[in-house]
């Protein structure tokens, strides 16, 4: 599978244009929600939603090049494609797959094991034991003083915004340790996990 084809430039000036973000995600809204609501207004933010639950990670990010078509696509000019989801019931094989072909094609990647709940839970706790599944994540971060009326497609950005550095912190050193232990960090062994941080740091820096 060939690389996304870059939109020819017409010879004629062209006005400047935002860098286009555009975000892959699975069928569930909790990440549209999530990062409709951090884009910086410096990028436009395209998202694309698999409402067929498609959760095999591997093939999510084979379908970013049909799914973004012949949308305009500018690497040079800092347009970027995100390809974000959980680890759910993704063999170790899919995953490595996944990670090959996103190298191939210049793809980004923000993992979640077991899923994105675990970055909400870093605003609160520095999570470093194994979450059984998503249901257990929701589980945690219901506790008191968190979001105890969490619920999977509700707002909580303005909630957890106070709370960013903090989580940020957490993720890249979680990151850091598995690394250091030479835990691959796109498997099921790498449990609890998030690199959505690198996500978050990117739209901010366009802040």
């Not at 020819?8 to 995600?25: F, N, T």
């Not at 077991?114 to 520095?126: G, I, R, Y």
């Not at 498997?187 to 998030?194: F, W």
Request: hydrophobic share 35%.
């Amino acid at each position: 599978m060939g690389r996304i084809k870059e939109i020819e430039r017409k010879a004629s000036g062209r006005r400047k244009r935002k860098p286009v973000v555009y975000l892959i995600c699975e069928g569930s809204e909790t990440e549209i929600r999530y990062f409709k609501s951090s884009v910086a207004e410096s990028v436009i933010l395209i998202l694309f939603q698999f409402l067929l639950n498609i959760k095999s990670a591997d093939k999510l990010v084979q379908k970013a090049q049909a799914t973004i078509g012949y949308s305009p696509y500018y690497p040079d000019e800092g347009d970027i494609i995100w390809c974000v989801f959980d680890r759910d019931d993704n063999t170790n094989a899919m995953l490595s797959k996944a990670k090959q072909t996103a190298i191939k094609e210049g793809y980004q990647i923000a993992f979640s094991n077991p899923s994105f709940e675990v970055w909400f839970l870093l605003h609160f706790n520095n999570q470093t034991t194994p979450v059984e599944n998503c249901e257990a994540a929701i589980k945690l971060l219901k506790k008191k003083g968190r979001l105890e009326q969490y619920e999977k497609n509700k707002e909580v950005y303005e909630q957890l915004k106070p709370l960013q550095e903090a989580a940020i912190d957490r993720a890249k050193k979680r990151v850091a340790v598995l690394q250091a232990e030479h835990t691959e960090i796109l498997s099921r062994e790498s449990n609890p996990v998030t690199t959505v941080a690198e996500l978050v740091e990117y739209l901010n820096s366009k802040q």
